[in-house]
């Protein structure tokens, strides 16, 4: 890494977070567990997985991992952070708009969410002019009128407005995506910016009406238990997979969190039970990765069992897929203290083992290490790269 490079991850370290492309870098200890994770992800083994790990040991770490390793396999990836104000795993609509908002492409260093994947999948369309059934089928041949090659009618809209629409349709097509639950009673307009307005290029198949009947639910992401949501992750699926891309892996940081904020026992039990759906692998069959505590499943249980939920199907638990991830030893903090060191060097140009002896080095290193918090492993980032900080400015 060059100065500037080195400079910006100091920066980034001084949060307790490496920044992406570098989490790879500053990973250390574990390689069998990281190993065993990277096999689930490289075999494609389709369903969710719980990452499990006390809190201060590394889980949204590794979840980054997961991602900065995805994309360069060449997938599709969206990295939802779960603790966010309105992210309710109760509520599917709100869910799909926020794994819309976090859309990243292979090889690219900033999420542009939805707007960047139909972007690529128009410029796939017109540069590569692709010949197979499923592209016959989504453009109809070039006539745009229909398509059953998605499952969400939603998406094809969407899609096929993109393709011919300005930046003006753009912009609504992505707020729509972004936030589906502020469009349930804006279907009339849905209907004109995407469907009416390019008459002129298409002869649509469908009558107007039924853009509007409640029980076909095309522009409302909300009615029958979320079906477009569940129809809209498989399409992004299918066009990912079509499009020369290894398929669509879909993170939850800080998935615990969901729960304790629902408060509500329905709107818990609502997100238990499409936390099943992603087990089943049916409504959607690509990846997902849950970050959580290893009691999770069990305080899960306790909680239906508290609130007098005994019908609940709580066995469900037991059969969702969990990857356990040992605490980081003294050993690894050292490693990881060391890729510190060489990367505050290289950022301010100086040699910080001038400075420091070794038995200074390892009487901090140890002294962080044991710090009895929760969060060890980010307190050891971010106190250590103070510590070379105020050693660098002559502060120690």
Known sequence: MDKDEAF????????????????????????????????????????????KANWGAGKSHLLRLVK???LEQGFLVSYVQCDKEGERFNRLDRIFGAVCRGIVLPQESKSEGIRAFFNYICNFIREENPNSDFWRNITDNGGWSISDALTSYACYLALRAWYFG?????????????????????????YNNLVRNFSSRFRDSMPEWQYYDVSAGIFDFQSQDYRQCWAGLTDLLLLSLESRLKGFVILFDEFEDQIDKLKNIKFQEKAFLNLFEFYKAKKFEGMTFFAVTPDFSYNCQKLLLMKGRFEFPRNQFKKLPTFEMSQLEYTHLAELANKIIDTHATAFE???RQKITNTELTKKISDLASAPIPDRTRHFITEFTKYLDETYDGRH
């Open 166 to 190: 300005s930046l003006q349709v753009h912009n609504i097509i992505e707020d729509w995506f972004f936030h589906p639950e502020k469009y349930r009673t804006a279907r009339k307009d849905l």
């Open 350 to 352: 100086w040699n910080p």
């Open 8 to 51: 910006n991850i100091i920066e980034a370290l001084r949060f307790g977070k490496p920044p992406d492309g570098h989490v790879r870098y500053f990973t250390v200890g574990r390689e069998e567990e990281i190993n065993r994770l990277m096999y689930r992800l490289t075999n494609r083994i389709r369903g969710p997985l719980l990452l």
């Open 68 to 70: 900065e390793t995805a």
